[in-house]
């Protein structure tokens, strides 16, 4: 079972940036982030699929938020940039070891392994 460490994360004023890390401890074939606002369901952030060198990201964060995996092969960065109060909400980092359960990259059943997740506030 692959364990997941997550940091980063905090409190940031409308416009403003943060960066979020997890790092793996296995080999996985997806990684990525997935976020739950307050009263809201949980959905997917972004994604990293190794098998098909492909990152897809949500509509709603497109152009302001970028995935990127590190020197370490099983650590990805979530780098968020303009930040919007919509962006508040407790964010997970997820992985998986096959990822073909669901066509759909932003399906949960795709990501065996979860962080505990870390708050990201955008307030003024």
């Known amino acids: 079972h692959v364990q997941l460490v997550e940091s980063g994360g905090g409190s940031v004023q409308p416009g403003g940036s943060l960066r979020l890390s997890c790092e793996a401890s296995?080999?996985?074939?997806?990684m990525g982030w997935f976020r739950q606002p307050p009263g809201k369901e949980r959905e997917a952030v972004a994604a990293?699929?190794?098998?098909?060198?492909?990152?897809f990201y949500a509509d709603s964060v497109k152009g302001r938020f970028t995935l990127s995996q590190g020197n370490a092969k099983n650590t990805v960065y979530l780098q968020m940039n303009r930040l919007r109060p919509v962006d508040t909400a407790l964010y997970y980092c997820?992985?998986?070891?096959?990822?073909?359960?669901?066509?759909?990259?932003?399906?949960?059943?795709?990501?065996?392994?979860w962080g505990q997740g870390t708050q990201v506030t955008v307030s003024s």
């Open positions: 296995g080999d996985i074939a997806c």
């Open positions: 990293l699929y190794k098998n098909v060198f492909t990152t």
């Open positions: 997820a992985a998986g070891t096959w990822c073909e359960r669901s066509g759909s990259w932003y399906s949960p059943v795709n990501f065996g392994s």
